[in-house]
C-alpha cells in the first residue's frame, strides 16, 4: 500500500511518499501560493520523485497549520498526533519531541505506541522560532546557513534581556554598533530560543530523551544549546527532521485503512 502526507506549515509545505518498507520519495516547498494549489503541486512532484502514478495513492493525509485547505487530502490529522506517530516510528526510546519550526514552536510528550500524552504550543510569537532567526540574521547581514555554526564559535555568550523580536532586533543592532563579536551575539540568540523551547518543555513534564525537529533542527546553534539548556542529548532521527510530521500524516493514512477508515474501497471523509 502506497499512501501520502502533506504538512502544511506557516512558511513551508513537506510531503512524503510512503511505501510498505518505508519513505518513497520528500519534497519540500515554500509556501508561496494558496495552500491549495501548493498541496497539489508538492504532491504531483513528490509523486514524480518517487516513480508512482497517483491512481495508485491509497490515501493522503493533511496536517499542520493549512491542513483544513488541502483539498487533495482524504484524512486530517493535528500536528501534535503526526509528530507523536512519525517519531515513535523511527526512534521507540524518545519520550519527548521540540518541533520548532516557521513561527510555531510546539512542545509534544510522547507515550506507549506513539501517543500523544501531552502537548503545547508557543503563543505564535516569532521570538521562539524560525522567525526570530531569520530576523536577527537578516539584521546582521549574515545568511541564515551561518548562523548556527558561528554561534558555535562563542567563548563569552552575551545575553539578550528582551524576548519580544523586535525589541531583540533593537538590542542586537546596539550589540552589533558596540563592535561585540557576531559569535557572541549569535550565541546569546541561540541560546534565547533554546531557553523559551525549556519554558515550554517544563509545562509537559519534559522526559528524556528528545528529539528537535522542523527547519529549525537543521541549525547546529540552535540543537547544541538546546542540548545544553535541557541537559539531555538530541536523538538524531533518521529522517531529515523537516519532513517529521508529513511522515506520520502518511503513517496514519496506512494505519487508516486498518482501522475501517474506508468505505467500499474509498476513504471516508471527516
Do not use: W
Not at 521570538?127 to 546557513?145: C, D, H, T, V, Y
Request: glycine share 8%; charged share 25%; net charge positive.
Amino acid at each position: 500500500m502506497i499512501t501520502a502526507g502533506i504538512d502544511i506549515g506557516t512558511r513551508t509545505a513537506k510531503a512524503v511518499i510512503l511505501g510498505q518498507n518505508g519513505i518513497l520519495a520528500s519534497e519540500i516547498r515554500p509556501v508561496d501560493d494558496s495552500v491549495s494549489r501548493v498541496s497539489r503541486r508538492i504532491l504531483k512532484s513528490a509523486l514524480k520523485k518517487a516513480g508512482v502514478r497517483r491512481g495508485k495513492l491509497r490515501c493522503v493525509s493533511a496536517t499542520g497549520y493549512g491542513r483544513k485547505n488541502v483539498k487533495v487530502a482524504d484524512l486530517q490529522f493535528t500536528s501534535p498526533i503526526c509528530t507523536a506517530k512519525a517519531a515513535y516510528y523511527l526512534d521507540k526510546e524518545i519520550h519527548t519531541v521540540i518541533d520548532i519550526g516557521g513561527i510555531i514552536t510546539c512542545v509534544v510528550q510522547i507515550g506507549k505506541n506513539g501517543t500523544v500524552l501531552d502537548y503545547i504550543e508557543n503563543e505564535k510569537c516569532a521570538s521562539g522560532s524560525g522567525r526570530f532567526l531569520e530576523m536577527i540574521a537578516e539584521a546582521m547581514e549574515i545568511p541564515l546557513e551561518e548562523i548556527g555554526p558561528i554561534s558555535l564559535k562563542s567563548a563569552h555568550p552575551l545575553k539578550l534581556s528582551n524576548q519580544c523580536v523586535v525589541f531583540a532586533e533593537s538590542e542586537v543592532i546596539s550589540h552589533v554598533n558596540a563592535n561585540e563579536k557576531p559569535e557572541d551575539i549569535l550565541a546569546a540568540l541561540h541560546r534565547s530560543l533554546a531557553e523559551k523551547s525549556l519554558a515550554l518543555a517544563k509545562k509537559v513534564a519534559f522526559k528524556p530523551p528528545t528529539a528537535v525537529i522542523g527547519g529549525v533542527a537543521k541549525n547546529t546553534g540552535v540543537v547544541h544549546f538546546l542540548e545544553q539548556t535541557l541537559a539531555s542529548e538530541n536523538r538524531n532521527l533518521p529522517e531529515d527532521p523537516q519532513i517529521i510530521s508529513a511522515l506520520g500524516a502518511a503513517l496514519l493514512a496506512r494505519e487508516g485503512n486498518n482501522r475501517g477508515f474506508f468505505r467500499n474501497g474509498k476513504p471516508k471523509r471527516f
